[in-house]
C-alpha cells in the first residue's frame, strides 16, 4: 500500500471517528473549502450547508461502519468508493439505520495532505439492517 493510500484510509477513518463523537472541526479540516457534497433529494451542497447541519445535529448520536472497496490515486487527485452502514439516533427518536455506498474525489493540497473535494453520497434508509454487501 502506498503513503498516499494509507493517508486516505486514515483520512476515513479520521472522519468517521469523528463523526461519531460530533467533532464537526476536524470534519471540516479533512475537507477542501470548494468542496462539493451530493446526496439524494438536495441539490448540491459546500462546506458552510455541511458545517450548518452538523451544527443543527449536536444532540444525534451516530454509529456504524465502513468498508472502503476501492482507493486509486492519480497524482493529486484519488477517489475512493466506499459502502457505509450507519444508525443515526436522535436525542427524542428511534435509531434510523442508513446503508449504501459512496464515490468520493479527493485532492492532495499544497501542504501534502489529502482532503474532500467532492462526494457523492447514496446512503438511503433501510426497512431491514444489512450486512456489507
Known sequence: ???DEQAIR???ETWFSASKSGDTATILDLM???VIFMVSGQKPFGKAAFAAT???MKQVRMDGA???QEVNVLGEWAYLRNY???EVTPA???TVHRSGYTLTILRKDSDGRWR???DANLLSREEAYSTFA
Open 84 to 86: 457505509i452502514r450507519l
Open 116 to 118: 474532500l473535494a467532492r
Open 92 to 94: 427524542d427518536g428511534a
Open 10 to 12: 486514515t483520512l476515513v
Open 66 to 68: 465502513y468498508h472502503i
Open 54 to 56: 452538523m451544527k443543527s
Open 1 to 3: 500500500m502506498s503513503d
Open 32 to 34: 477542501t473549502d470548494d
